[in-house]
């Protein structure tokens, strides 16, 4: 069986050249599904884990728009529709230069597990373009928005696949997005895009939901090991969405967040990121367009900027990367292991390299793996499709505790999934195979598609 997750692993490097992050998550996911893929040879005899790494559809497109000085823009557009097994493809749209086939299906295969993990009934997908939002102005943006869109609605539909916000994809775009979608089509479809405004059917609580859900997450982890979230001193990466609802939800549970970053460095705030005006600060970066956080030390002058630096540097009970792919490598894993730090979440998709995750893990850290600790923001998006669906508004308590209840019952998926296949506690490998099963099983019940 090793042999089959092997020879399928080479077989995804050879048609995918040059991918490197999409080699690198199929690698890590198929690894740890060996104990499983033996207790079942007929998925070799089925193709199972060569259909599951193939997206079901790729589609790839030019987005032609005209800047502000009357400059022809061209820019790639891509959607990979990965796997319908139990629901309509649902993941992000991510706007970054860097975007390509590899970065598009690292997410898109993550996104396969991750949404099966929620519980919810959700396939997956992602898509985006190697459109630079920052420093581009309101009306380029939604230019760019607008032109995406003319081409991408053909491909999309409530009840077929349903994207929403990444890097570089908020509340804004997803606006633009919509309006143009709805003009192309004349349908005021809410379900086709989440993370929509509250006044056109948006969910109550999803701009916080995916920080949330880390943190409660977190919480589950620090639980199942006999500790508690208030008093903790944190450390994260990042000032965008995700760590500031992070950031928001550690501080009502009680812990000490002394750090954010952004390209240019990190924030180390002694005094702890921990009132109104401090997050504030942290949606005004956002908002400033220029991807830079050193602006906050000079708001709150206690707090120290360090340039061209990650805050894995800084001593912390918990670490949680929000920014990226790839973010913390191996000299940054020492560190972590060096500060004495007992837990590591992951808030950002595939934070860590594979070598610097085998060791956190072999250096007895606890580590929470971003497939299961940010299924919050999707878990958030399908209940705004519901909410959709049913012509209804939910109250935001109610997302809440559905969202809270939710992260609790994932921990304890991935828990009992590690327990069972490798007896030990061991959330990355539990987080695979839990999201890997209940696709597996409606994989086979379809057939050969
Ligand atoms: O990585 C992710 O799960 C997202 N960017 C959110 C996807 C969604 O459909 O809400």
Not at 83 to 104: Q, T
Not at 359 to 378: F, M, R, T, W
Not at 400 to 421: F, T, V
Not at 432 to 446: D, P, R, S, T
Request: charged letters at 20%; proline letters at 5%; a negative charge.
């Amino acid at each position: 069986m090793a042999n089959y997750i092997e020879r399928v692993i080479e077989q995804v490097k050879a048609k995918n050249p040059g991918e490197v992050e999409f080699h690198q998550t199929v690698e890590e996911v198929l690894t740890s599904l060996a104990p499983v893929i033996e207790q079942h040879p007929e998925y070799e005899k089925m193709g199972l884990l060569e259909r599951l790494t193939e997206p079901e559809r790729g589609i790839s497109f030019r987005v032609v728009w005209v800047d502000d000085n009357g400059n022809v823009q061209v820019n790639k557009g891509y959607r990979y529709e990965f796997n319908s097994a139990i629901g309509p493809y649902k993941g992000g749209l991510r706007f970054a230069p860097n975007v390509y086939p590899g970065i598009i299906k690292f997410l898109g295969f993550e996104q396969i597990f991750k949404n099966s993990l929620t519980g919810l009934p959700i396939g997956g997908g992602k898509g985006g373009s190697d459109f630079d939002p920052n420093g581009k102005s309101d009306a380029e943006v939604m230019r760019f928005c607008q032109a995406f869109m003319t081409e991408l609605y053909r491909h999309i539909g409530p009840h077929t696949d349903v994207p929403a916000g990444d890097l570089g994809v908020g509340g804004r775009e997803i606006g633009y997005l919509f309006g143009q979608y709805k003009r192309i089509t004349n349908r005021f479809d809410g379900g086709v895009l989440t993370g929509k405004g509250i006044p056109y059917g948006g969910c109550l609580g999803r701009t916080e939901a995916t920080g949330f859900g880390i943190v409660w997450y977190a919480e589950e982890m620090l639980k199942a090991n006999g500790e508690e979230m208030k008093g903790k001193t944190v450390a994260i990466s990042g000032f965008g969405n995700v760590s500031w609802g992070t950031a928001w939800k550690l501080q009502q549970l009680g812990a000490k967040l002394v750090t954010i970053s952004g390209p240019d460095g990190y924030i180390y705030d002694p005094d702890g990121i921990n009132t109104d005006e401090k997050l504030n600060m942290m949606l005004e970066l956002r908002a400033s367009g220029k991807n830079v956080c050193a602006p906050y030390a000079e708001r709150f002058p206690n707090a120290k900027f360090v340039p061209g630096k990650k805050p894995w540097e800084v001593k912390a009970d918990l670490y949680i990367p929000c920014a990226t792919q790839n973010e913390v490598h191996m000299e940054d894993a020492k560190a972590i292991v060096e500060s004495g730090a007992k837990f590591y979440c992951e808030g950002s998709n595939m934070p860590t390299t594979n070598e610097a995750l085998a060791y956190l893990q072999d250096n007895g850290i606890i580590v929470g793996p971003a497939k299961a600790a940010n299924a919050g923001g999707v878990a958030c998006s399908c209940i705004e499709m519901g909410q959709n669906a049913g012509h209804t508004v939910f109250q935001h308590q109610d997302v809440y505790d559905q969202l809270h209840q939710i992260m609790i019952n994932i921990h304890k998926a991935c828990k009992e999934a590690s327990e069972k296949y490798y007896g030990k506690y061991d959330l990355v490998k539990g987080a695979n195979i839990a999201g890997f099963e209940k696709v597996a099983e409606a994989m086979m019940a379809q057939g050969l598609v």
